[in-house]
Nanobody
Framework: QLHLVESGGGLVQPGGSLRLSCAASGFTLNDHAIGWFRQVPGKEREEVSC????????KYSDSVKGRATISRDNAKATVYLEMNTLKPEDTADYYCASEPLYESCSMSHQIYTYWGQGTQVTVSS
């Protein structure tokens, strides 16, 4: 059975950094494009970043561009989202999602079939 598990969230001070991980099990990660999304309760889901199956294509939302780096280690079946210079407005639940055999990657959550349970990120002093 296919599983995605996010980790690495927590409480971070403004200006700080963290690295979120999305660990995959039950399928071959390098067959899947991966997206990161975030959501604040009561608000719509927001795209953050995505990465293609081989890592050659990456995309970022304007809200995190220049502050985030997405990467993947297919051998470890894990995708990472490193975020720097965190702001209070980055506070949200962060989710990774996967879509098999997608040629590039998409910033649209509608593309993705499989989702993790999320990890909470709070940026506050």
């Amino acid at each position: 059975q296919l599983h995605l598990v996010e980790s690495g969230g927590g409480l971070v001070q403004p200006g700080g950094s963290l690295r979120l991980s999305c660990a995959a099990s039950g399928f071959t990660l390098n067959d899947h494009a991966i997206g990161w999304f975030r959501q604040v309760p009561g608000k719509e889901r927001e795209e953050v970043s995505c990465i293609s199956r081989n890592g050659a294509i990456t995309k970022y939302s304007d809200s995190v561009k220049g502050r985030a780096t997405i990467s993947r280690d297919n051998a470890k079946a894990t995708v990472y989202l490193e975020m720097n210079t965190l702001k209070p407005e980055d506070t949200a639940d962060y989710y990774c999602a996967s879509e098999p055999l997608y040629e590039s990657c998409s910033m649209s959550h509608q593309i993705y079939t499989y989702w993790g349970q999320g990890t909470q990120v709070t940026v506050s002093s």
